[in-house]
Structure formats: structure tokens, C-alpha cells
């Protein structure tokens, strides 16, 4: 076959060929106007889940992003990914498990609270036909706005009225502490400010879990330090089958798992986030575990292989059946 240039393409005898059969009919058919819902449904043995996506937000970033690496090195990494100059793509998707007995919410989106393209979790889980009052549960992974916001509307209104809410204890400990919001530079004290702003009328409900702890059952929590103190991965297990939740062991893979070893300014301890990561990756790559990552792309699950400088995302093929 030969090669296919641009003047073919553009102007060449398969585009006649179209061009012979068009249907000017079909080309009267009103365009949508809008997307599709973000909904994804897969099994975990016995358990189902959906993932849920929340949007997408193109982080701007400058020179300051990566504490450890050029400026062109990342530049470079986010042109290798087919993303724009200077922005980090950045989607979010939570993840449902009904376990059967309990339907579990982990992690609860932007709430529409962080960038105007993401927001959109409620009219997925509408999509999905999931009231939001059936949720029994809310586990959170850490105490960044994207997992938290969602737990409130704008008017400090609970989404999900119904659910027990359950968090790391260590990260209920670190950002709760005035101390530390006191030492925090201006950037990170809106963080701590926002939790207060989501927690405080809550503190007596909220439930804070020790690491390895069964949150519901078959859903246990695994310690994962650094780009928060508490941070935390979840296993899903039901019968033979599981999945690891890696939360935000890494950011979007295209960028962190090729580059395992950059440090983002987000990430509280640097050293210990970049430890985590390869220590889970690692671990799913050699056992070739299901693994979903909040900020991967939808619907961010899939497997991770490793290369000779970091670790590639492969996704799941849709399965049109559960
Ligand atoms: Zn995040």
C-alpha cells in the first residue's frame, strides 16, 4: 500500500470515492449539541462499579510545577502527551461500588467548585440512574478540594444526604491542625481554609479510619504518604477478582508514570510521594493488577506496564457487557 501524504488524503481517489456516496440526507441530521454522559460500569466479582466522570480541568502550570526537573523536560513530557503548552490535563472520575449491601461513593468530585469543565458528577450519576440519597457511604482518599468539594453543594447543601462519611484519620489530623495552617504559605492555607469550609459543621459525623482498615466489606484502605500525609489507596476485592484504587499515587499517567521520579509542588513530601508510587506500581505492574487512578482518563481504569524509564497506562477495552 503506499504511503499515505497529506495530498492524498486531502484530495486523493478515496475521498472521491466518499464524495460519490454521500447521502445529503443523512447530512440533514441536527448535530447533538452536546456530550455524551461520562458512565462506565464494570464488575469486581459479585461487586458493581461505575465509574463517574466529574470533567476535566487543564491545569495552567509554570516553572515552579516539577520541584526536580527542567521546565523544558516538562514541556516536552506534556507535547509528547498531545496536551496543550503550559497546561496539565487533569480529569477527574470518582468510582461507585454496590457491594451489594451498601452502595460506597469514593472520593466526590469538584462539585462543580474548580474549573467550569468539570462539575458534571451529579447529571452522570442521574444517567446512571443513581439517586444520590441511596449512597450509604462516602470514603475519602485525601483532603484536596477535586475529592472533597463534592461532598457539598455551592449553598453548603450535603449531595448526598444519606451517607456516613469516612476519612484518614492522619489527614483529618494534619489539615485539621491550626498550627499547621498557621505555618502554610498563602497558596496552601486556601486549601486548609476549603477543608474547614467542607468539615467544620461535620466534624462530629465524620468517621476517621486507621490505615488497613475495612471501610465496608471487601473495601480496604492502604496507606500511601506523600502527596498528602494521609493519603490513601483502596483495594476492592470480591471473590477472585480485585481492583487497586490508586487515588493520586500519580496525576495524569501520561506525564507521572512515564515520569515516576517528578515531584509536583502539590505534593506534600516529595520524596515519599515519589516512594509510594513506585512502590504501587511496582506492585500492580509485576502482578498485573486492575488498577483506576482518579485522575487517569476516563474511564481510568486499566493496567500499567513497566518500561525502561517508568511505567506506561494501558486502558480497559469497553466491554459493552457487564
Ligand atoms: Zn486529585
Not at 502527551?81 to 496539565?88: E, Q, V
Request: aromatic share 10%; glycine share 8%.
Amino acid at each position: 500500500m503506499s504511503s499515505l501524504t497529506r495530498r492524498t488524503f486531502l484530495s486523493g481517489p478515496a475521498l472521491g470515492a466518499l464524495a460519490l456516496h454521500a447521502d445529503p440526507a443523512a447530512a440533514a441530521a441536527p448535530a447533538a449539541g452536546r456530550e455524551t454522559p461520562g458512565i462506565y460500569r464494570y464488575k469486581i466479582g459479585t461487586f458493581e462499579l461505575t465509574a463517574l466522570y466529574d470533567g476535566i480541568w487543564y491545569r495552567p502550570i509554570t516553572d515552579t510545577f516539577i520541584r526536580n526537573a527542567p521546565y523544558a523536560e516538562i514541556e516536552h513530557a506534556l507535547a509528547d502527551a498531545f496536551m496543550p503548552a503550559g497546561k496539565l490535563a487533569t480529569p477527574f472520575t470518582t468510582l461507585i461500588v454496590n457491594t451489594g449491601k451498601k452502595l460506597v461513593l469514593l472520593d466526590t468530585g469538584t462539585g462543580g467548585q474548580i474549573a467550569s469543565s468539570a462539575g458534571v458528577l451529579r447529571d452522570n450519576l442521574a444517567a446512571a440512574g443513581i439517586d444520590p440519597r441511596a449512597v450509604d457511604l462516602i470514603v475519602i482518599s485525601h483532603f484536596h478540594p477535586d475529592h472533597i468539594n463534592g461532598i457539598k453543594d455551592k449553598d453548603n447543601g450535603l449531595v448526598f444526604p444519606n451517607a456516613e462519611i469516612m476519612v484518614p484519620a492522619a489527614e483529618w489530623a494534619f489539615w485539621m491542625d491550626d498550627a499547621n495552617m498557621n505555618a502554610a504559605d498563602s497558596p496552601l492555607k486556601l486549601t486548609f481554609r476549603n477543608q474547614r469550609r467542607v468539615f467544620a459543621d461535620l466534624a462530629k459525623q465524620v468517621v476517621r479510619f486507621e490505615p488497613e482498615a475495612e471501610v465496608a466489606p471487601g473495601i480496604l484502605t492502604l496507606p500511601a504518604p506523600g502527596h498528602t500525609p494521609g493519603h490513601t489507596v483502596f483495594a476492592v476485592q470480591s471473590g477472585d477478582q480485585s481492583l487497586m484504587v490508586l487515588s493520586d499515587t500519580a496525576q495524569h499517567p501520561a506525564v507521572f508514570a512515564r515520569h515516576p521520579d517528578w515531584q509536583a509542588a502539590f505534593d506534600i513530601d516529595g520524596d515519599a510521594a515519589v516512594a509510594t508510587r513506585k512502590r504501587l506500581f511496582d506492585r500492580a505492574a509485576a502482578d498485573r493488577m486492575l488498577v483506576t487512578g482518579y485522575h487517569f482518563p476516563f474511564p481510568a481504569c486499566g493496567h500499567l506496564i513497566k518500561t525502561a524509564s517508568g511505567y506506561e497506562h494501558v486502558p480497559v477495552e469497553w466491554q459493552p457487557t457487564l
